[in-house]
């Protein structure tokens, strides 16, 4: 990878121009719309279904020699990280201190892709590693042929893709460097609502220096349903998140990386999400590798028993009087419940000793669960009677929402 140091190239910021041509130049943040329908069915492969560590065992290749770099906020060198800001004496979060620490780790992402020619999207990330290694949103690099990034002194870098997971939106960049600055990150599970934070990023491709939202923290543990996928776990705010933000850090007042800036509500104000760093941390650290996480997948769409109306219940032969539990509404051919031999029309009531009265029971027991683990299901079939079905759980690559 060469770099292209120098001062801070136009051809770079082609985002500078306003009007219509900035849509064009900056990558598409995933803008979702609170009020739609949200979709019937929910299979696991569009679920928030994770996996335990040791379940990890992706295939994919990198022409990158791995680097693997300690992401536990306990863990982590200061030697590598950015210095950990005060608050100031009324306890509020002083937003030079904390920008004075942390711009210095974000970077702008631009993209070349099939036509040949850069400004196919801009992007935020943020490096993580003292020798390069940048986080980033899978859809601000979907389709890249080519990468680069400028770094907050005005350089600009080739790029590599590492590895992405667009079932959990996030990439892992390499970029050539020593004893970079690397972002100090946080642990999401300590945040509170109205918590002060602050956003950093490339927004609109505006210019040279990232663009500085402030704001707090508005809920937690929100969740998106997008066309073929579904995101987990997202902190909400009401800090100003606008496209080429995506990948960007969402930063709390001690100047740690809580969040990385994903999606907006296109039909409301104020409603930013960002995908918790401790849902986001152990996908980086399988992307930094090279390899794809990969998590157990059951191979059924299903759907509560209590949102069916009679016409879908004769359609799906739905044994008379039952009204709770999952019913099966399809199967993956090759998925593990068709090989157990499940039939659609049937309402799961236990996976693995566990009632299920939800999708989303069934989704975070498979979630929890093992590739290749044997788990005993109670399955109601279509005449009423009960049977126990025992069913050797597959996988699917992707950490899952």
């Not at 390069?132 to 890249?144: D, F, I, P, S, Y």
């Not at 490339?202 to 349903?225: F, H, M, W, Y």
């Not at 059951?298 to 999952?326: A, P």
């Amino acid at each position: 990878m060469n770099d292209d140091s120098g001062s801070k190239s136009g051809r770079f910021l082609a985002g500078t121009v306003l009007g219509a041509v900035v849509g064009a130049l900056v990558a598409g943040l995933i803008v979702v719309g609170l009020g739609d329908p949200q979709r019937i069915y929910v299979t696991e492969t569009d679920s928030a279904i994770g996996q335990h560590d040791e379940s990890v065992t992706g295939t994919a290749d990198s022409q990158i020699p791995p680097t693997t770099v300690a992401l536990d906020a306990a863990t982590t060198s200061d030697e590598a990280t950015t210095p950990r800001v005060e608050m100031t004496d009324a306890g509020r979060l002083d937003v030079k201190a904390v920008l004075a620490a942390v711009a210095p780790t974000v970077v702008q992402i631009e993209i070349q892709t099939g036509d040949g020619v850069f400004g196919g999207g801009q992007g935020t990330g943020f490096i993580i590693s003292a020798d390069g290694q940048v986080v980033t949103n899978a859809h601000v690099v979907e389709a890249a042929t080519d990468i680069k990034v400028m770094l907050y002194d005005g350089s600009i870098k080739a790029a590599e893709l590492v590895q992405q997971d667009p079932t959990r939106d996030l990439a892992v960049l390499k970029i050539d460097g020593e004893n970079l600055p690397a972002a100090r990150l946080g642990i999401s599970a300590e945040v509170e609502v109205g918590d002060e934070v602050l956003a950093i990023g490339n927004a609109l491709g505006l210019g040279d220096t990232p663009t500085v939202t402030t704001g707090i923290v508005s809920a937690l543990e929100r969740e998106l349903q997008l066309s073929g996928s579904r995101l987990t776990r997202l902190i909400q705010t009401d800090a100003a998140i606008n496209p080429g933000n995506s990948g960007g850090p969402l930063v709390n007042a001690n100047g740690e990386v809580i969040g990385v800036n994903t999606a907006i509500a296109g039909n409301a104000e104020g409603i930013g999400f960002a995908i918790s760093i401790d849902h986001a941390r152990p996908v980086i650290e399988t992307l930094q590798t090279g390899e794809v996480p990969k998590r157990p997948l059951l191979g059924v769409n299903i759907i509560d028993v209590e949102m069916l109306d009679e016409t879908s219940r004769r359609q799906y032969d739905i044994f008379e009087g039952v009204e709770t539990g999952v019913v099966i509404v399809a199967l993956v051919e090759d998925g593990a419940a068709n090989a157990a031999g499940l039939k659609v029309g049937e309402v799961v009531l236990e996976f693995d000793g566990q009632e299920i009265n939800s999708v989303q029971d069934l989704v975070s027991a498979v979630r929890d669960s093992e590739i290749g683990r044997v788990v005993r299901m109670l399955i109601l079939a279509n005449d009423g009677s009960t049977r126990n079905v025992n069913v050797e759980l597959g996988f699917t690559e992707g950490a899952g929402g």
